[in-house]
């Protein structure tokens, strides 16, 4: 299954104040497992970041002011979301304001299936704190390039911290399938094999009586 993990930044933080997005970061997850295929983008939000929002992601006006414009890179960004579940930490926020931005074009709002992580978390560790340093630091996730806020590091944070959140640490393994296409291999240079050999019952006996007559008794 393919997944995105998205997050932005924006000017301020509530959308009838007139706040606007001035960075999104997407990456693709296949099966969990993080591809190559990114999408990320700085804006030019037309209008002033508030003090506190540039204290979190320190991107100033002057930085911003020669960026595109939302509704320039509109559909690339639809179309790198489209039919993919979306992964996102506190997702009323970004959806709220990306929705806004697309209403202001004249576009439809996302209408995607969305995993809020925040709300896994809740459920999962209820009490404790949900914030996405917390969770990196619950599940041992090394975030010191987290020093501001930016879209493309909590992606990737956030993409390590789902994995956890859903406990599949790792992708599972076909090792059945894996076992079928090495039987299929010329086998003429192969120097040893990594499958289990299961031991017959006499040799499961043999070893018993070794383990009777041959080993010294273990007191502790």
Do not use: W
């Amino acid at each position: 299954m393919k997944e995105i993990v998205l997050d932005t930044e924006t000017t301020g933080i509530s959308v009838k104040e007139g706040h606007r997005v001035v960075e999104i970061g997407c990456i693709e997850l296949n099966d969990l497992i993080p591809t190559k295929k990114k999408f990320h983008c700085y804006l030019n939000p037309e209008r002033k970041v508030s003090e506190k929002a540039f204290e979190v992601h320190g991107y100033s006006d002057s930085f911003l002011s020669d960026k595109m414009k939302f509704g320039e890179i509109a559909d690339d960004f639809l179309q790198f979301i489209k039919d993919k579940r979306l992964i996102i930490h506190n997702a009323e926020f970004d959806l709220s304001h990306l929705n806004n931005e697309l209403k202001i074009i004249g576009k439809k709002k996302i209408d995607n299936e969305v995993v809020d992580t925040v709300l896994l978390a809740r459920n999962k560790f209820p009490g404790s704190q949900n914030s996405l340093d917390a969770l990196c630091k619950r599940f041992r996730i090394d975030n010191s390039k987290r020093v501001q806020h930016t879209a493309l590091v909590d992606c990737d944070l956030l993409a390590k911290v789902y994995i956890n959140l859903i406990d599949q640490k790792e992708p599972t393994l076909d090792f059945k399938n894996k076992e079928e296409d090495f039987s299929k291999l010329n086998t003429g240079n192969v120097i040893y094999s990594t499958k289990v050999i299961k031991p017959s019952s006499e040799e499961l006996k043999n070893h018993q009586t070794y383990l009777k007559n041959s080993l010294k008794k273990n007191y502790f």
